[in-house]
């Protein structure tokens, strides 16, 4: 009896000793990731020093989008957009008489633009990024330096008329750095024009659109977004903001992947993995005092303040107002673009999107970032995905 009674003690005694741990567990800030979803992905890219996300990204998202429909995988090239992109800007920054940005920066639209205008080929079919200049990924610093100048020269020229050479030049400029873009190559024992390597990659460019939501236009109507390099004046489909977050997850949930294009210059985004629309004011333990410390603190300093809290980390509520502010104010600008691959939830029962950077795999999560939907709502510029992920929606995108 004797052995018995201290057999229940002893159990008892472990099991509130397993009852405190899993307590100490639920309470530990530092965030355990369950997937929820997860769709197919290409390899995780490496932009380096080149401002050009816009084009890492978006092609990694056509590959996906190549992946879904068709089974292959491919490695599409990004010196090929970003030379016959170059081309375009500098074209119409010229017809603009310098009154537009001349800049690496570019979006979704611009890489659509390229692949239904001027083709594609892979990887392979031109000099890896960097090589041309003795690096081993794009390296934009030289370039740009030699580019913009040049460009900037033509279009703020005071001469009565412009010759094409101009154009010459500058096309010199863009193979010495990028690479000469093939009018022919052979991939994998057949013969191919960007243009007829477009066409066998089995998507129709007519399916994709960009969808937006700001109040300063009417909801249900197209605008162009009134953002720096968005300089190619093409449309986005205006809804309210949950309309927009349900068109992520619905498309997420269908098997589709979406590009995101938006802001991530907020002190929530941090370089190791995460995206947090982190409530300052509602979180001393962040800065040790108040939020006008947190004010002085460096990038790294806020990065890794926010990575103490972790899932304990207090959030902003994101409203259409509050949205709207932060773009008008500047506080939201456009500077990234990503590719959203899935949903997961924190231990806490938050939940973020899983999201393709082109940094490389850096980070905690070797090129994923998790962004919570509170960030992403309060951040996002526009989406950009294929039409019929969506179902539900009464809108005719």
């Not at 000793?17 to 390899?43: G, H, Q, R, Y």
Request: charge should be negative; aromatic fraction near 12%.
């Amino acid at each position: 009896m004797k052995k018995t009674m201290l057999s229940l003690v002893a159990l008892l005694c472990a099991l509130n000793v397993m009852a405190a741990s899993n307590e100490k567990k639920n309470d530990e800030p530092k965030l355990v990731f369950t997937t929820i979803k997860a769709n197919p992905i290409t390899s995780i890219k490496n932009q380096n020093r080149s401002g050009t996300c816009w084009d890492y990204a978006t092609l990694g998202y056509f590959e996906g989008e190549i992946l879904k429909k068709t089974g292959r995988s491919y490695d599409l090239c990004e010196m090929f957009v970003a030379n016959k992109n170059y081309m375009d800007q500098a074209i119409f920054h010229v017809r603009m008489h310098g009154c537009s940005r001349f800049s690496e920066g570019g979006s979704a639209d611009d890489v659509l633009w390229v692949l239904s205008t001027h083709g594609i080929c892979p990887e392979e079919a031109m000099p890896a990024p960097g090589t041309l200049i003795g690096d081993s990924l794009a390296n934009f610093t030289e370039f740009f330096k030699v580019l913009t100048p040049y460009v900037e020269s033509v279009a703020k020229s005071d001469a009565p008329k412009l010759s094409s050479q101009w154009k010459v030049g500058l096309q010199g400029i863009l193979d010495a750095y990028l690479g000469k873009c093939p009018e022919q190559f052979t991939y994998q024992g057949k013969q191919y024009t960007p243009m007829s390597f477009a066409q066998s990659l089995g998507l129709n460019w007519d399916d994709y659109v960009s969808i937006t939501s700001y109040t300063h236009h009417p909801f249900y109507t197209w605008f162009t977004i009134e953002a720096p390099y968005k300089w190619r004046p093409r449309l986005s489909y205006n809804v309210p903001l949950d309309e927009l977050m349900a068109i992520i997850d619905e498309a997420l949930n269908n098997g589709y992947n979406v590009c995101w294009g938006g802001d991530v210059s907020e002190d929530g985004f941090t370089r190791t993995g995460l995206g947090i629309a982190a409530d300052i004011e509602h979180a001393p333990d962040l800065t040790g005092s108040d939020a006008a410390r947190w004010l002085k603190l460096s990038k790294q300093e806020k990065a890794e303040s926010l990575k103490k809290l972790g899932a304990t980390t207090p959030e902003l509520v994101p409203t259409q107002q509050l949205r709207q502010e932060r773009f008008d104010n500047w506080e939201s600008t456009y500077d990234h673009v990503m590719v959203i691959y899935g949903i997961a939830r924190d231990q806490n029962g938050r939940e973020y999107y899983m999201v393709k950077n082109s940094w490389g795999k850096t980070g905690d999560y070797e090129g994923t970032w998790y962004m919570s939907k509170a960030f992403m709502a309060l951040n996002t510029t526009y989406v950009f995905l294929n039409r019929n992920a969506i179902t539900t929606s009464v809108h005719k995108f």
